[in-house]
T-cell receptor
Framework: NAGVTQTPKFRVLKTGQSMTLLCAQD?????MYWYRQDPGMGLRLIHY???????AKGEVPDGYNVSRLKKQNFLLGLESAAPSQTSVYFC?????????????FGPGTRLTVT | DAKTTQPTSMDCAEGRAANLPCNHS???????VYWYRQIHSQGPQYIIH???NNETNEMASLIITEDRKSSTLILPHATLRDTAVYYC??????????????FGQGTTLQVKP
């Protein structure tokens, strides 16, 4: 099993450009999450999904959109990138129920917005 | 949500046990304690969790005090690959929770040869 994979690993954007980050998991997990991590800080939840076709806002959702059209994929979109969105983005997935806090994380996408 | 307090950094000699403390004095009766770690430039990794009793798995042991106000994560034989930031997280109670994890600053464990 590949676990949780993220595409791309690195990206540099100019202010105002758009892009989509792809997260894929092969563990048949119900829950999927997008976090961001800024230097010296903990992870903050952007958006999450409790199942195919569902999405919900997390702690810092502004400037991002998400979609979960297939159970195994969770997409994070930046419509108009800003320098404040320079960060490392982590995707995670988990089973539902009481195991939803045992999350499996991807390797991260390092995004720089100039 | 219950707040956790961890030392900023710790050192441990390779091959020795690493004992990482965490204070969670405001924890409520049905809140679990979770531990994750993050090796440099990688995604966080789930280690272990517990409610009241001590827990052990292939990675570590978790000791929770009887009053549940603190806990200790034990890596029995630390290796250089265990060098990482370790996060102690109190899981929010309630069935309606999203699975959101609140990562604080954690403890940077440096395992030295």
């Amino acid at each position: 099993n590949a676990g949780v994979t993220q595409t791309p690993k690195f990206r540099v954007l100019k202010t105002g450009q758009s892009m989509t980050l792809l997260c894929a998991q092969d563990m048949n997990h119900e829950y999927m999450y997008w976090y961001r991590q800024d230097p010296g800080m903990g992870l903050r939840l952007i958006h999450y999904s409790v199942g195919e076709g569902t999405t919900a806002k997390g702690e810092v959702p502004d400037g991002y959109n998400v979609s979960r059209l297939k159970k195994q994929n969770f997409l994070l979109g930046l419509e108009s990138a800003a320098p404040s969105q320079t960060s490392v983005y982590f995707c995670a997935s988990s089973y539902d129920g009481t195991r939803r806090y045992e999350q499996y994380f991807g390797p991260g996408t390092r995004l720089t917005v100039t | 949500d219950a707040k956790t307090t961890q030392p900023t950094s710790m050192d441990c000699a390779e091959g020795r046990a690493a004992n990482l403390p965490c204070n969670h004095s405001t924890i409520s009766g049905n809140e679990y304690v979770y531990w994750y770690r993050q090796i440099h430039s990688q995604g966080p990794q789930y280690i272990i969790h517990g409610l009241k009793n001590n827990e052990t798995n292939e990675m570590a042991s978790l000791i929770i005090t009887e009053d549940r106000k603190s806990s200790t994560l034990i890596l029995p034989h630390a290796t250089l690959r265990d060098t990482a930031v370790y996060y102690c997280i109190v899981r929010p109670s309630g069935s309606g929770n999203t699975g959101k994890l609140i990562f604080g600053q954690g403890t940077t464990l440096q395992v030295k040869p």
